[in-house]
C-alpha cells in the first residue's frame, strides 16, 4: 500500500505515534522515527521494525525549534529525495487550572503541540509541492473540540491544529497534496496509564463503546489517510473517541 514511500512521524518513539510507524512500515513505507526523549525507545522501535522485515530510522529533533526543524526535513529530502508522508504526532501536557497555570506550562505546550505541527508542515511542504503529491496528517484530540477542564493550554494547542489543518488543506489542494486531522479520544497511552482507576471509568462512562481507544486503531486510520485510498479526502478532522463527541 505505501511500497517506496518516505513518512515523516514525530514523537514516534512511543504511543500513539509508535504504532502509526509500526503500521506504516508494515504496509511498505521507509519510516523516519522523530524523537526528543528517550533515544533507548526510539532504538527499540527502530529495531523492531527491522527485526519485521520494514525500514526504519531514527531522528532526534525538538519539532518546536524552528531552526532545527528545517535542519531536520532537510536531511530527510537530501537522503531520501523525497517525502511523502507528514505525521504530525509529537505532543506534551502540562495539565493544570487556568487560573493556577503558569506562563511556561501554557508556552510550552503550545510551542511543542501546534508551532511544531507548523514548523514541519512549512518545511515538509516545500518538497511536497515540488512533487506535486503528498498526505499530511496531524494528530489533534477531542479536547481541541469540545476543550476540557484542567487542559487550556492543550485544548488551545490542538483547537489550534484543527484551524492549521483546515488552512493548509485549502492552501496545498491545487498542488494534490491532502491534509487531515485525527482527533483520538481516550487511548490506552502513557498519557492516559496514570489516569486512576475512578477516574478511567468516569471516563468510560463518558463513551458509548465504553472503552478507550488502542493505539493500533488510530493507526489505521492514519494508514488510511496516507493512502491512495483518501486522495478525496483533504481538510477533515475525523474523530476517534467511541463516540465519545458524536
Known amino acids: 500500500m505505501l511500497n517506496e514511500k518516505i513518512a515523516v512521524i514525530t514523537g514516534a518513539s512511543r504511543g500513539i505515534g509508535a504504532a502509526i510507524a509500526k503500521k506504516m512500515a508494515e504496509n511498505g513505507a521507509t519510516v523516519i522515527i522523530n524523537y526528543q526523549g528517550s533515544v ?22 525538538d519539532v518546536s525549534d524552528f ?63 515540488k512533487q506535486r503529491k503528498g498526505k499530511i496528517i496531524n494528530i489533534s484530540s477531542v479536547s481541541g473540540v469540545t476543550g476540557n477542564a484542567g487542559q487550556a493550554n492543550y485544548s488551545a494547542s490542538k483547537a489550534g491544529i484543527i484551524g492549521l489543518t483546515k488552512s493548509a488543506a485549502r492552501e496545498l489542494a491545487s498542488r494534490n497534496i491532502n ?12 498519557m ?24 493500533e486503531e488510530v493507526a489505521e486510520l492514519a494508514l488510511f489517510l496516507s493512502s491512495e485510498k483518501s486522495d478525496y479526502i483533504t481538510g477533515q478532522v475525523i474523530n476517534i473517541d467511541g463516540g465519545m463527541v458524536m
Open 40 to 61: 533507548q525507545a526510539a532504538q527499540a522501535l527502530e529495531a523492531e521494525i527491522r527485526e519485521n522485515g520494514g525500514k526504519a530510522v531514527t531522528y532526534k529533533c
Open 67 to 129: 531552526d532545527k526543524c528545517e535542519k531536520f526535513i532537510g536531511d530527510v529530502v537530501k537522503e531520501y529525495g523525497r517525502i511523502d508522508i507528514l505525521v504530525n504526532n509529537a505532543g506534551i501536557t502540562r495539565d493544570g487550572l487556568l487560573m493556577g497555570m503558569k506562563e511556561e506550562d501554557f508556552d510550552s505546550v503550545i510551542n511543542v503541540n501546534l508551532k511544531g505541527t507548523f514548523n514541519t508542515i512549512r518545511f515538509a511542504s516545500r518538497t511536497m509541492v
Open 192 to 215: 492516559t496509564i496514570t489516569l486512576s482507576d475512578k477516574v478511567k471509568e468516569g471516563a468510560k462512562g463518558q463513551i458509548p463503546l465504553g472503552r478507550f481507544g488502542k493505539p
Open 179 to 190: 491534509v487531515n486531522a485525527i482527533a483520538p479520544g481516550f487511548v490506552d497511552t502513557d
